[in-house]
Antibody, heavy 120, light 106 residues
Framework: DVQVAQSGGGLVKPGGSLTLSCSASGFTFSDYTMTWVRQAPGRGLEWVSSINSGSYRFYADSLKGRFTISRDNSKNSLYLQMNSLRAEDTAVYYC??????????????WGQGSLVSVSS | EIVMTQSPATLSVSPGERATLSCRASQSVGGNLAWYQQKPGQAPRLLIYGASTRATGIPARFSGGGSGTEFTLTISSLQSEDFAFYYCQQYNRPGAFGQGTKVEIK
């Protein structure tokens, strides 16, 4: 079975940094585009970043320069390094798999989510 | 940047009735449109991709239509478990979810 298990998250002060991790199993991780999607409390879904099988990265324009997505195919793992965090970055962050092998696509498997709270 | 707009924000429907949700793209996305269902405290679930293809395990009462800039999600006969939030997402380019439609019990 496809599984996406997340770790990381927690409380961080404004201006601080945090790294989220995601471990995948049940599929050939290296073949797939992976993505991060976030959801602020009481709000809708917001795409954050994606990385394809060739490690080509895409970011939401509003986040460029502060967040870095990466992957380690030898560990079947996806990461999101978040710097210069702001209160408005407070959200549940989902790690997820993109269906198929294209650069973009629908998201067919989601992790359980990691809560990131940015507050002094 | 492609902007996705969903309507209505809230849809009040009685169990057994039909529900139609709309999603509009600010520019053509072809057929690269997905629909998701999300219940409180849960991760989203993929319902429809390619505008009209049901994802694995999705009941036939869910159907999607449209192309270009106008899309619909129809739930033919609402069951109790269908009351939830629904989001559309274009994937012609990375990103861009709609703001969501809440389907609530009338």
């Amino acid at each position: 079975d496809v599984q996406v298990a997340q770790s990381g998250g927690g409380l961080v002060k404004p201006g601080g940094s945090l790294t989220l991790s995601c471990s995948a199993s049940g599929f050939t991780f290296s073949d797939y585009t992976m993505t991060w999607v976030r959801q602020a409390p009481g709000r809708g879904l917001e795409w954050v970043s994606s990385i394809n099988s060739g490690s080509y990265r895409f970011y939401a324009d509003s986040l460029k320069g502060r967040f870095t997505i990466s992957r380690d195919n030898s560990k079947n793992s996806l990461y999101l390094q978040m710097n210069s965090l702001r209160a408005e970055d407070t959200a549940v962050y989902y790690c997820a798999r993109v269906l198929g092998i294209a650069v973009t696509g629908p998201v067919d498997f989601w992790g359980q989510g990691s809560l990131v709270s940015v507050s002094s | 940047e492609i902007v996705m707009t969903q309507s209505p924000a809230t849809l009040s429907v009685s169990p057994g009735e039909r529900a139609t949700l709309s999603c509009r793209a600010s520019q053509s996305v072809g057929g690269n449109l997905a629909w998701y269902q999300q219940k409180p405290g849960q991760a989203p679930r993929l319902l429809i991709y390619g505008a009209s293809t049901r994802a694995t395990g999705i009941p036939a009462r869910f159907s999607g239509g449209g192309s270009g800039t106008e899309f619909t999600l129809t739930i033919s006969s609402l069951q109790s478990e269908d009351f939830a939030f629904y989001y559309c997402q274009q994937y012609n380019r990375p990103g861009a979810f709609g703001q969501g439609t809440k389907v609530e019990i009338k």
